[in-house]
Structure formats: C-alpha cells, structure tokens
C-alpha cells in the first residue's frame, strides 16, 4: 500500500514502465541506452519507443556518447528528477510516520530486517551510502 501511494500521483503523468526506467536512471545516472533496455527486461527496439516518449513529456533526453559515436545515452532532465525525487519523498514520510509508531523496543528488530531485506534484493548498505552523501 505504501508503495502504490507515494507512485499514484507519478503515475497520472507516465505509467509506470516508464517511471521504473525514471527511477533507473536516478540510480545510475545517465546510462547507455541498451544497457537501460536490458535493466528493463526489453529488446532495444522496444525501449527506443519508451524512450521517444519520455523524451517528449520532456522527463528524459538523448545525448550522444563521447566515447562512442554510435551509441546514445540517456539522461534525466531536471522534469524527470523532480519526479523520482516526489515519489521518494512521500514514500519517505509514509514510511517515517509508519516506523513512528513501532514501539521503541521492537525498533532494532524492525531495522535487522530492513538490512536483511534490502541485502537480499541487492542493494549497497547503508554505511557505503552514507559515503556517498545519500
């Protein structure tokens, strides 16, 4: 339920394939466009129409590799990151005014299985985060 609140709003300007390449691109930074199709799970041919729309709402643009002339990368506007970083935000507070109300003592429990989570779907820990200003 938390999850489907804090994307409802994203979700009335692009659908949610589209939010999901958003929401990459916020992670990787501005990526080489068949390394994007294959986090997607999609051919390349299919995602250059995914692409063609976003870049038209204006939520991302094409730039031209400058290591290689033949390969585009795609990038975030300042649109698409104000987008990604909304549905963040709510998610945020949802979660925040959620983990308020765990009782103080059961709080580390809850924090053990967050990093247990979090590492079984692969993603960096906190601490290596925190270096990066995150």
């Known amino acids: 339920?938390?999850?489907?609140?804090?994307?409802?709003?994203?979700?009335?300007?692009?659908?949610?394939?589209?939010?999901?390449?958003?929401?990459l691109l916020?992670?990787?930074?501005?990526?080489?466009?068949?390394?994007?199709?294959?986090l997607v799970?999609?051919?390349?041919?299919?995602?250059?129409?995914?692409?063609?729309?976003?870049?038209?709402?204006?939520?991302?643009?094409?730039?031209p590799n400058p290591q290689s002339r033949?390969?585009?990368?795609?990038e975030l506007t300042d649109t698409g990151r104000r987008l990604v970083a909304s549905v963040v935000q709510r998610r945020r507070t949802e979660m925040s005014a959620i983990l308020r109300r765990v009782p103080v003592e059961d709080r580390p429990a809850v924090h053990a299985a967050f990093e247990a989570f979090a590492a079984a779907a692969g993603e960096p820990p906190l601490a290596d985060l925190a270096v990066l200003g995150v």
Do not use: I, M, Y
């Not at 916020?26 to 294959?38: D, K, M, P, V």
């Not at 033949?70 to 795609?74: D, F, G, N, P, S």
């Open 26 to 38: 916020a992670a990787h930074g501005t990526t080489r466009s068949g390394t994007l199709a294959e």
């Open 41 to 63: 799970g999609v051919h390349a041919s299919t995602f250059s129409r995914t692409t063609d729309r976003l870049a038209a709402g204006g939520w991302v643009r094409r730039v």
């Open 1 to 23: 339920a938390v999850v489907a609140r804090s994307v409802a709003p994203a979700l009335e300007k692009v659908s949610l394939p589209q939010l999901r390449v958003l929401v």
């Open 70 to 74: 033949r390969e585009t990368l795609v």
